[in-house]
């Protein structure tokens, strides 16, 4: 089989290592037009301002890394500029050489991703206004900035991006301005917990100018003026443009396939386009919203991910494994807050005709020092069926956290998962190794404190496995599942060598348990071992 792929990164980089391990034979084919095939996107505002200083800690993998491991043929460089999907066809371009030649495929994913939104404004080809996607443009950011030592920066657009890239060039020694046209930044917050990052900003020396747009930009002798729509000019020396994404889905519509409704590639649960040998993933796809079921643009690299080994599995064995959708779960680090948001907050619920929903904020939340702020949105009917009836909204807003609280255990998360949480959020520039480095430490710790009394082991690494791997975090203390599995898998390592089974599990890939345990141990999850050893224990 031949398998093309169009876009690395976090997409497609996914669906080639997958597509490796389950087929060893197959060809790949991985075409990136930029120079770098896998690196890490939420690194970049980091670098810039210093937190990250050893630019090599950008990359997940190198070209030569890839190829090397995962025997595929990466071709950097080089785009793809037609796709005829009636003959299984693609026409590729080297950039480099301007050369152009033809490639076929068996299958073909698209992972195109999505580019910043550079609307036609006055003055918006001045060579001091940057868009920040990529590590080319991160290079001339942290070139200019090093160099021409800005003192003055604008930063047009409060999301997740324009933030981070705020604090950066505040640590950089420049004096920032936020232009957003909404009332508030970060909009996957309702206002209320977008204050919050409102009074902490202007606490940080932001300037935040909400509710106001740009009008133009003016090259002036000491720098550009950015000229609003209220008729106010800021001054700056660097502009930073950060206004939103649009999918690129040019390739695909040439191609004919369905562009939705929300201007995204079209899928169905397989990810699978409206050519059945055409897949697409990450950026570029509309997605199913978990909450309100609409599809939804959610530009995300978790999401991405999970596609991309849900497509590298349907290719090679056939549609059997559901997308099921997004809940748009984000978090953003903002000078000394951690910002993070899940689901739907009520500007949208109310957007798409769901208005029977309250509202409960809580500030300084009981037993979570690290927490300032908390928000819940909740439909009326899910309250009233979890039982929270109390009409005093700050008793019921606690009744709320307890009941919420109370559902976060049963769905299993594990002490690991919340250790491993709270350390991503203070460390917000962590490459993948230090993540999975932290996650071993961390289930070391755990291991010593609850379980190496127990069974006289120290050190081991079993809970970072499954806590890193298993799409379901298990907590294993107190859930009968968890200590299924674990159970299990003890009895496979037994006379192994532990830290390469370790490496192999840590290599396949989020996975149901079942599957999991499959390739783990090339059994199936059964109970069957420890019924097994009770029945010992019973007839001695």
Same mark, same amino acid.
């Given at each position: 089989?031949?398998? !093309? =792929?169009?876009?690395?990164?976090?997409?497609?980089?996914? +669906?080639?290592?997958?597509?490796? #391990?389950?087929?060893?034979?197959?060809?790949?084919?991985?075409?990136?037009?930029?120079?770098?095939?896998?690196?890490?996107?939420?690194? @970049?505002?980091?670098?810039?301002?210093?937190?990250?200083?050893?630019?090599?800690?950008?990359?997940?993998?190198?070209?030569? $890394?890839?190829?090397?491991?995962?025997? =595929?043929?990466? #071709?950097?460089?080089?785009? %793809?500029?037609?796709?005829?999907?009636?003959?299984?066809?693609?026409?590729?371009?080297?950039?480099?050489?301007?050369?152009?030649?033809?490639?076929?495929?068996?299958?073909?994913?698209?992972?195109? $991703?999505?580019?910043? @939104?550079?609307?036609?404004?006055?003055?918006?080809?001045?060579?001091?206004?940057?868009?920040? &996607?990529? +590590?080319?443009?991160?290079?001339?950011?942290?070139?200019?900035?090093?160099?021409?030592?800005?003192?003055?920066?604008?930063?047009?657009?409060? $999301?997740?991006?324009?933030?981070?890239?705020?604090?950066?060039?505040?640590?950089?020694?420049?004096?920032?301005?936020?232009?957003?046209?909404?009332?508030?930044?970060?909009?996957? !917050?309702?206002?209320?917990?977008?204050?919050?990052? *409102?009074? *902490?900003?202007?606490?940080?020396?932001?300037?935040?100018?909400?509710?106001?747009?740009?009008?133009?930009?003016? /090259?002036?002798?000491?720098?550009?003026?950015?000229? @609003?729509?209220? $008729?106010?000019?800021?001054?700056?020396?660097?502009?930073?443009?950060?206004?939103?994404?649009?999918?690129?889905?040019?390739?695909?519509?040439?191609?004919?396939?369905?562009?939705?409704? !929300?201007?995204?590639?079209?899928?169905?649960?397989?990810?699978?386009?409206?050519?059945?040998?055409?897949?697409?993933?990450?950026?570029?796809?509309?997605?199913?919203?978990?909450?309100?079921?609409?599809?939804?643009?959610?530009?995300?690299?978790?999401?991405?991910?999970?596609?991309?080994?849900?497509?590298?599995?349907?290719?090679?064995?056939?549609?059997? /494994?559901?997308?099921?959708?997004?809940?748009?779960?984000?978090?953003?680090?903002?000078?000394?807050?951690?910002?993070?948001?899940?689901?739907?907050?009520?500007?949208?619920?109310?957007?798409?005709?769901?208005?029977?929903?309250?509202?409960?904020?809580?500030?300084?939340?009981?037993?979570?020092?690290?927490?300032?702020?908390?928000?819940?949105?909740?439909?009326?009917?899910?309250?009233?069926?979890?039982?929270?009836?109390?009409?005093?909204?700050?008793?019921?807003?606690?009744? %709320?956290?307890?009941?919420?609280?109370?559902?976060?255990?049963?769905?299993?998360?594990?002490?690991?998962? =919340?250790?491993?949480?709270?350390?991503?959020?203070?460390?917000?520039?962590?490459?993948?190794?230090?993540?999975?480095?932290?996650?071993?430490?961390?289930?070391?710790?755990?291991?010593?404190?609850?379980?190496?009394?127990?069974?006289?082991?120290?050190?081991?690494?079993?809970?970072?496995?499954?806590?890193?791997?298993?799409?379901?975090?298990?907590?294993?203390?107190?859930?009968?599942?968890?200590?299924?599995?674990?159970?299990?898998?003890?009895?496979?390592?037994?006379?192994?060598?532990?830290?390469?089974?370790?490496? &192999?599990?840590?290599?396949?890939?989020?996975?149901?348990?079942?599957?999991?345990?499959?390739?783990?141990?090339?059994?199936?999850?059964?109970?069957?071992?420890?019924?097994?050893?009770?029945?010992? +224990?019973?007839?001695?």
């Amino acid at each position: 089989m031949k398998y !093309l =792929i169009i876009g690395g990164v976090a997409g497609g980089a996914t +669906v080639a290592a997958r597509l490796r #391990r389950m087929d060893e034979k197959a060809q790949i084919i991985l075409f990136e037009r930029g120079k770098y095939v896998s690196y890490a996107n939420c690194g @970049l505002p980091y670098y810039i301002g210093g937190e990250i200083s050893d630019r090599k800690k950008l990359f997940v993998q190198t070209v030569e $890394g890839f190829t090397r491991r995962f025997l =595929i043929d990466i #071709r950097t460089e080089q785009e %793809v500029e037609a796709i005829d999907a009636e003959k299984k066809m693609v026409t590729v371009k080297n950039l480099l050489t301007g050369e152009t030649y033809q490639e076929s495929y068996d299958k073909l994913v698209l992972s195109p $991703g999505a580019e910043p @939104l550079r609307p036609r404004i006055e003055g918006i080809d001045c060579k001091k206004i940057f868009t920040l &996607r990529n +590590v080319p443009d991160t290079d001339a950011i942290k070139q200019y900035v090093e160099h021409e030592k800005p003192s003055r920066s604008v930063v047009v657009g409060g $999301g997740f991006i324009g933030l981070e890239m705020a604090e950066n060039l505040s640590l950089c020694g420049t004096k920032v301005d936020i232009i957003e046209m909404a009332d508030q930044v970060m909009a996957p !917050l309702d206002y209320s917990m977008a204050a919050i990052v *409102h009074q *902490h900003l202007v606490d940080k020396g932001v300037t935040l100018h909400l509710k106001d747009g740009v009008k133009s930009f003016e /090259e002036t002798a000491t720098g550009v003026a950015v000229h @609003l729509q209220s $008729g106010e000019v800021v001054e700056a020396d660097l502009v930073l443009l950060s206004i939103g994404v649009r999918p690129e889905v040019k390739l695909a519509r040439e191609a004919g396939l369905t562009i939705g409704k !929300l201007g995204g590639i079209a899928v169905n649960e397989f990810m699978q386009t409206s050519a059945p040998d055409i897949y697409a993933l990450g950026d570029a796809v509309e997605v199913r919203h978990l909450v309100t079921d609409q599809p939804a643009m959610i530009p995300l690299a978790g999401p991405a991910n999970k596609q991309g080994r849900i497509v590298a599995d349907n290719i090679a064995l056939g549609n059997k /494994e559901v997308y099921p959708g997004t809940m748009g779960t984000s978090v953003a680090k903002v000078f000394d807050l951690t910002v993070a948001a899940v689901g739907a907050n009520a500007k949208l619920l109310k957007r798409v005709n769901m208005y029977d929903v309250d509202y409960y904020m809580m500030n300084g939340v009981p037993n979570t020092a690290f927490t300032e702020a908390l928000a819940f949105v909740f439909q009326k009917r899910d309250l009233e069926f979890l039982g929270v009836k109390d009409n005093d909204p700050e008793k019921k807003a606690m009744d %709320v956290l307890d009941k919420v609280w109370t559902m976060y255990e049963i769905t299993g998360v594990s002490m690991v998962d =919340i250790s491993v949480w709270k350390w991503l959020y203070a460390h917000p520039d962590a490459t993948a190794e230090q993540l999975k480095e932290a996650t071993i430490g961390i289930a070391k710790e755990v291991w010593n404190k609850y379980y190496a009394p127990v069974f006289g082991l120290k050190d081991e690494t079993i809970l970072a496995v499954y806590s890193h791997m298993i799409d379901t975090p298990l907590y294993l203390s107190a859930y009968a599942f968890g200590q299924i599995i674990e159970y299990q898998l003890d009895q496979y390592l037994e006379g192994k060598d532990f830290a390469t089974e370790v490496e &192999r599990i840590f290599s396949q890939g989020r996975l149901t348990p079942n599957v999991w345990m499959k390739q783990a141990t090339g059994s199936p999850l059964t109970v069957e071992p420890m019924l097994e050893a009770v029945r010992k +224990v019973i007839k001695n």
